[in-house]
């Protein structure tokens, strides 16, 4: 194939999901279109490899959020400012809301899809933190049919994705977020608008018979070759600067970036860990708030007499165990 072929890729522009999976399917190299802000980037660079841009604008429903009984089910060509100011996600899923809502600017957030963001596997990429801490699943689709895929397995390696020859992102579904109380760090070494150099976000979530531990998530971008995820229990009344230490001890063994532009390996490990306390110090003073129990369901007992026994328990058995 000739440089002047690559740089002119053929665009279909099917209406129906069958005849995209059909054109995934039976073209040689073919690309999908979705809000095109990264595509246009590397056709201008020249560094696109497709035969033929597949655009899937035109597909009925790939641009709807629906709510359902697990959460949120968001189409793939849903855009990024969508997810910020839809109130359907913003009351069920605040963390992804307030996540997507930090992505570049607002032009890129008008154009780009959630489906896009997701396909193009930058490991600097924003949203997965809070889909990662939210477990959310990626609907992928081709013509043999559709597969669910957790977020937590579908970066599988530097600008890899789980996404097979003729998939494409149908959808993305959120569980509906467990608690309120979660937080985003983004942390930017160019403009504010930039890509991050590191972020996290963190949410958590009540565990235990009695709710007397907090299961806390957290995502990280920008800090190793691939969106990465991580869990720690905590005693609901431990102190705030023994689970900060706890969760940036816990990142730093994930912790693995890439030098580039905007900074070294050491600087971004660094940051990357102010972004990690930044986050779970902000979601913890929200758990410590009276109302952080569900944003569906009750709030954990951490004020309730009975309970503060089983926490304070709990709490010294994490320090024992330490
Ligand atoms: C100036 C600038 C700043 C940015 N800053 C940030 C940032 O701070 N944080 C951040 O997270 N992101 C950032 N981005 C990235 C931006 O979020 C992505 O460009 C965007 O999400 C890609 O979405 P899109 O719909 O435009 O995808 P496209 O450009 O259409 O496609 C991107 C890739 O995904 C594939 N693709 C698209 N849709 C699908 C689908 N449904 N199924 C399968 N494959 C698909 C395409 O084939 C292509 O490989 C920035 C981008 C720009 C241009």
Known sequence: MSALELDTPVLHRPGTLAEVCALLAELDQPMVYGGGTAVQILLKQGVLFASDLVDIARVPGLDRIEETPEGLRVGAMVTLRRMETDPVVRRLAPLAAQVYARVANPRV????????NLAHGDYRLDPPTALLTLDARVELTSAGGTRLV?????????????????????????????????????????????????????????????????????????????????????????AVDEVLEAAQRAADQIIDPIPDVRGGVEFKRRLGLVAVRDAVRAAWDLAAQPTAGSTRGSVPGSTREEDSDVQRTSQRRWWRGR
Do not use: H
């Not at 957030?109 to 896009?116: E, F, K, L, P, Y």
């Not at 983004?186 to 403009?191: E, V």
């Not at 504010?192 to 998530?217: F, H, I, K, Q, Y």
């Open 109 to 116: 957030r008008n154009t780009a899809s959630v489906g896009g």
């Open 150 to 238: 957790p977020v937590r397995e579908f970066f599988t390696g530097f600008q890899e994705t789980a996404l097979a020859q003729g998939e494409l992102v149908t959808a993305v579904r959120i569980p509906a977020q467990p608690s309120p109380a979660a937080a985003f760090a983004k942390l930017s070494s160019l403009s504010v608008n930039d890509w991050p150099c590191a972020s996290a976000a963190a949410l958590l979530v009540p565990t235990g018979r009695r709710r007397e531990r907090w299961e806390l998530r957290m995502g990280l971008g920008a800090l190793a070759a691939k969106p990465e995820y991580l869990s720690l229990s905590v005693p609901v009344g431990a």
